[in-house]
């Protein structure tokens, strides 16, 4: 069973600084793209951040020059550093990575998986 655990959210002052942590667990053959989403009460989810298992990334403007994603492929963990918090980032984020399960490794078919969601609150 491959599922993937968040950790790091909390409430912090704007201008303050969170640091999000994704790990992929279960018997897991390749991790392809991993990323961070999220979704503020009454909207849609939204992308973050996405990185290649290359280490190509991608940002939502709003977050450019604030947020950076990273990934340790030996650890099967993803990464969102968040600065400059602002109100408006207030939300659930949530970690989402396509990954081959070992136990369909032959047929390469990849797998999206997301975790449980992890608070983030910025207050003003």
């Known amino acids: 069973q491959v599922q993937l655990v968040e950790s790091g959210g909390g409430l912090v002052q704007a201008g303050g600084s969170l640091r999000l942590s994704c790990a992929a667990a279960?018997?897991?053959?390749?991790?392809?793209?991993m990323g961070w989403y999220r979704q503020a009460p009454g909207k849609q989810r939204e992308l973050v951040a996405v990185?290649?298992?290359?280490?190509?990334?991608n940002y939502a403007d709003p977050v450019k020059g604030r947020f950076t994603i990273s990934r340790d492929n030996a650890k099967n963990t993803v990464y969102l550093q968040m600065n400059s918090l602002k109100p408006e980032d207030t939300a659930v984020y949530y970690c989402?990575?396509?990954?081959?399960?070992?136990?369909?490794?032959?047929?390469?078919?990849?797998?999206?998986?997301w975790g449980q969601g992890t608070q983030v609150t910025v207050s003003s």
């Open positions: 989402h990575a396509d990954i081959l399960p070992s136990a369909v490794a032959g047929t390469g078919f990849i797998r999206s998986y």
């Open positions: 279960g018997r897991i053959a390749s991790i392809n793209t």
């Open positions: 990185i290649t298992s290359g280490a190509s990334t």
